[in-house]
Antibody, heavy 120, light 113 residues
């Protein structure tokens, strides 16, 4: 059974930094594109970032480009999201998701999310 | 960015009746190379993460009941629940997987009348 367990979400001040982790199990992690998606009551679901299976290709939403960095450790089946220069509008529930192999960009399995709150 | 717009924002349907949700994209999501529409549907129940229902506009994910069906092409798509059950109360989202950034519709809340 695929399991994705996010952690690292806390209350942080505007301008601060945070690192989210997602521990994956139940599938061959190194074979899949992985993504981060966030959800706020006001803006709904927003795709944040994705990383290819090997970890050498990344993509970001314009809203986080230059501030967030996605990475992965295929030896330890873990996905990360380094979040810098945090803003109030980054407040959201952050989900880790496993993509379908084909076609890409489809979020087949989701974790339960970790809550990030940025205080201004 | 491709903008996804769903309608209606909410709907109430009697048990056993049909529910229809529409999704319109600002740009065609049809890949001419394989003639497939890059459109997915997700279901989110209260307090839970979204769950993939359909991709390529009409391909049901494994384990999804066949009362859920997707249709449409180009820029206009529909999710149909043929006979609404109590467990189908949820918010439904469309998402294009044609281009990055992957974008979602604003969601449609389905309730029991």
């Amino acid at each position: 059974e695929v399991q994705l367990l996010e952690s690292g979400g806390v209350l942080v001040q505007s301008g601060g930094s945070l690192r989210l982790s997602c521990a994956a199990s139940g599938f061959t992690f190194k074979n899949y594109v992985m993504s981060w998606v966030r959800q706020t009551p006001g803006k709904g679901l927003e795709w944040v970032s994705a990383i290819n299976a090997g970890g050498d290709g990344t993509d970001y939403a314009d809203s986080v480009k230059g501030r967030f960095t996605i990475s992965r450790d295929n030896s330890n089946n873990t996905l990360f999201l380094q979040m810098n220069s945090l803003r109030a509008e980054d407040t959201a529930l952050y989900y880790c998701a496993k993509d379908l192999i084909v076609p890409p960009g489809i979020l087949q399995h989701w974790g339960r999310g970790t809550l990030v709150t940025v205080s201004s | 960015d491709i903008v996804m717009t769903q309608s209606p924002d909410s709907l109430a349907v009697s048990l056993g009746e049909r529910a229809t949700i529409n999704c319109k994209s600002s740009h065609s999501v049809l890949y001419s190379s394989n003639n497939k529409n890059n459109l997915a549907w997700y279901q989110q129940k209260p307090g839970q993460a979204p769950k993939l229902l359909i991709y390529w506009a009409s391909t049901r994910e494994s384990g999804v009941p066949d009362r859920f069906s997707g249709s449409g092409s180009g820029t206009d798509f529909t999710l149909t629940i043929s006979s609404l059950q109590t467990e189908d109360v949820a918010v439904y989202y469309c998402q294009q997987h044609y281009d990055t950034p992957r974008t979602f519709g604003q969601g449609t809340k389905v309730e029991i009348k």
